[in-house]
């Protein structure tokens, strides 16, 4: 029963598209997250969401977009993509103020071409 | 700005030795640091945590090492084993948890051969 899901596992699609990767969690944490691993291997984070409060990272383009519909789920929708939008995306959950971590998912390993 | 250094991108050890894995960092603010274990097509896993306010952390083969005034943290693994075979990031956070996110290093790639 796997904790934090990513779907899809794989991501090929064309410059330009509009694309969305979906996290779920069963954990029942009530802070999830979105990493960017690129090609130099940086783990980068990106946004971090609770019922309370979106955090965006500055360095993100404004394509990049979190929705939430609740607590267990913060799906990521880019738009107009490009080249370098090419990465593996982790989604992460935790419990706000935790000193444990984060529970990461498998990732999502997007090619644009 | 790397926050958080690991300059070494792979090491690699004779299964039974110890593996030291090194992290650096910049931000004085950091007050809780973290190793994450990845194995490849997976997502990163918990391993060990540090608070700033000790020096050591042990969890069976699994030791943290911090030294605050060098700003610098070791992950030792004794004995190694195999199955350690995967790439470690070192993480830190600036306010504990969630309320500063996790910043990680690039990762160091540890092969143990047997």
């Known amino acids: 029963d796997t904790a934090v899901s990513q779907t899809p596992k794989y991501l090929v699609t064309q410059m330009g598209n509009d694309k969305s990767i979906k996290c779920e969690q069963n954990?029942?944490?009530?802070?999830m997250y979105w990493y960017k691993q690129d090609s130099k291997k940086f783990l980068k984070i990106m946004f971090s969401?609770?019922?309370?409060?979106?955090?965006i990272n500055e360095t993100v383009p404004n394509r990049f977009s979190p929705k939430s519909p609740d607590k267990a789920h913060l799906n990521l929708h880019i738009n107009s993509l490009e080249l370098g939008d090419s990465a593996v995306y982790f989604c992460?959950?935790?419990?706000?103020?935790?000193?444990?971590?984060?529970?990461f998912g498998s990732g999502t390993r997007l090619t644009v071409v | 700005d790397q926050q958080v250094k690991q300059n070494s991108p792979s090491l690699s050890v004779q299964e039974g030795r110890i593996s030291i894995l090194n992290c650096d960092y910049t931000?004085?603010?950091?007050?809780?640091f973290l190793w994450y274990k990845k194995y490849p097509a997976e997502g990163p896993t918990f391993l060990i945590s540090?608070?700033?306010?000790?020096d050591k952390n042990e969890d069976g083969r699994f030791t943290v090492f911090l030294n605050k005034s060098a700003k610098h943290l070791s992950l030792h693994i004794v004995p190694s084993q195999p199955g350690d075979s995967a790439v470690y990031f070192c993480?830190?956070?600036?306010?504990?948890?969630?309320?500063?996110?996790?910043?990680f290093g690039k990762g160091t790639k540890l092969s143990v051969k047997p």
């Open positions: 992460a959950s935790s419990h706000t103020g935790s000193y444990y971590g984060y529970t």
């Open positions: 931000n004085s603010m950091f007050d809780y």
């Open positions: 540090i608070s700033s306010i000790k």
């Open positions: 969401y609770n019922n309370k409060e979106l955090i």
């Open positions: 954990l029942g944490h009530d802070t």
């Open positions: 993480a830190a956070s600036g306010h504990g948890g969630s309320q500063g996110n996790l910043i």
